[in-house]
């Protein structure tokens, strides 16, 4: 067997039968060698023994449900192959898809890490390649998007202005991202603080800090549900949400200077938490509204 080219860590929570679709849709979307690590936090449904049964697929029991970032480095640690997929289970590969991320390391050699362009699945664009949240910024998003998706704030932050295109970018969702093993090793990993959300913002500021760039690759095209995990504990990871986020904020304004900042963002995200917890809108953020066509991957008809 040729040693891989990709290690897929896979971070799975009771992922039902999402994990064999992304399993079987993988299968398509490189010719590479690669490997598969799902990084369990805790299944029960019976899902990850069924996926382990495959020669690709090693099944690392994390002991606990650790969160995202800490099981995804835990996935990740000893790995010799040069790129690494961090994904959810809940994606679904198109034909090539991988194989175009790789192919776009290639144009791009100071790339940390690529990201694909996301689909939901109704065929909707969603806003995966981001600017980093400014104090303006942020608070016209957190505020204004849930009642008023198109207003400027949001269309920034979440850049949805134009044709999708190829090209570097502030962020990029974690959901499923490529990374250059050496830089992710060079960073360390994902920090292990975030439980929840955050993390693949926090991982991209650290490798554009250390000198590399994040890339979106809208040619690259994966599917993806969405809130598979998180849908069964709702009310837990809205307190989770504007916990990371005031998390990531507030180290950005860190020092005793910003310390009033500090306690405006921190009055703000609770107001906002207690808002979400009553009206529906508020929890699920500002719906996507670019419409923009998609390049078609090889094979996605």
Request: net charge neutral; hydrophobic share 35%; aromatic share 8%.
């Amino acid at each position: 067997m040729n040693a891989p080219h990709v290690r897929v860590v896979c971070v799975t929570y009771s992922p039902g039968e999402a994990l064999g679709l992304f399993l079987d849709s993988l299968a398509t979307a490189t010719t590479h060698p690669y490997e598969v690590v799902l990084a369990d936090n805790g299944s029960t449904d019976g899902s990850v023994e069924a996926a382990a049964s495959r020669p690709e697929v090693t099944l690392l029991r994390t002991g606990a449900n650790l969160g995202y970032g800490r099981a995804a480095n835990l996935g990740a640690s000893g790995s010799t192959a040069p790129w690494l997929v961090v994904a959810n289970p809940d994606v679904e590969w198109t034909p090539s898809s991988l194989d175009l991320l790789l192919d776009a390391a290639g144009r791009w050699p100071r790339a940390g890490c690529l990201g694909p362009a996301i689909r939901t699945p109704d065929g909707q664009l969603y806003p995966s390649a981001r600017a980093f949240p400014s104090l303006g910024r942020g608070t016209g998003h957190a505020l204004l998007g849930p009642f008023w998706p198109g207003n400027p704030w949001t269309r920034s932050y979440r850049a949805e202005s134009g044709r999708p295109e190829e090209g570097t970018t502030g962020w990029l969702s974690g959901s499923c991202m490529l990374l250059r093993r050496g830089a992710y090793e060079a960073v360390g990993g994902f920090d292990p603080s975030y439980f929840m959300y955050c993390e693949d913002m926090d991982l991209c500021r650290r490798l554009g800090e250390a000198g590399w760039q994040d890339v979106y690759v809208p040619g690259a095209v994966v599917t993806h549900t969405g809130g598979h995990a998180t849908s069964r504990s709702a009310g837990p990871m809205l307190a989770e949400h504007h916990r990371a986020l005031y998390r990531y904020l507030s180290r950005q304004y860190d020092g005793p200077a910003h310390a009033p900042t500090r306690a405006l963002l921190g009055a703000g995200l609770l107001a906002r938490y207690l808002l979400a917890r009553r009206v529906r809108t508020v929890g699920e953020g500002a719906a996507p509204t670019r419409s923009a066509t998609l390049l078609e991957p090889p094979g996605d008809r």
